[in-house]
């Protein structure tokens, strides 16, 4: 199966091919944030067994921001748009494999307010990781992206798929 992942760039917003292990290891980390985040509701409930689907699903909730996809298919071509509002390229990355397609992004937030005797300052991680099966196989190295006012695009051929041939039966 070949996969590659790219990365875009605000220079120029094109795709540049990325390790597929640290793109893996972006996601692990992304989950180990959800995993400790259900751990602490599992602590905070006094160690309730039977709770661990709910914790799961509230710490995704909580670390990751929800991304709305949608896919456009033409005769040789599929058209992928990604609602990602807050980031940038730099914070971003996607897999693409035949058909699937993997995003992920990571940034800090900083929030605060300073008065005359008060500063407050907060820092908080804003993730997405988000997978999706494509409707038809594509050629992911030839696949082109461009990030714009929040918005993700992923423009990538298909793949062409050989019809079948039927082979006529004849008696011997």
Do not use: C
Request: glycine share 4%; charged share 25%; proline share 5%.
């Amino acid at each position: 199966m070949r996969q590659q992942t790219v990365v875009l760039r605000p220079s120029h917003f094109s795709i540049k091919p990325k390790s597929i292990t640290e793109f893996w290891d972006r996601i692990g980390n992304v989950m180990k944030r959800v995993e400790k985040r259900a751990f602490q509701l599992f602590e905070e409930r006094g160690r309730e067994n039977g709770h661990d689907q709910e914790d799961w699903f509230r710490a995704e909730a909580e670390q990751l921001t929800p991304v709305s996809i949608k896919i456009y298919q033409a005769h040789n071509e599929l058209r992928i748009l990604a609602q990602v509002p807050g980031f940038e390229a730099d914070d971003m990355a996607f897999n693409l494999e035949k058909n699937l397609l993997t995003i992920q992004g990571a940034k800090q937030v900083q929030t605060g307010k300073v008065t005359d005797r008060t500063e407050y300052s907060e820092s908080q991680a804003k993730m997405i990781y988000h997978t999706v099966t494509l409707p038809s196989e594509v050629i992911p190295e030839k696949a082109a992206a461009t990030l714009k006012n929040g918005v993700l695009e992923i423009v990538v051929p298909k793949a062409v798929v050989e019809p079948a041939k039927s082979v006529a039966a004849s008696a011997a």
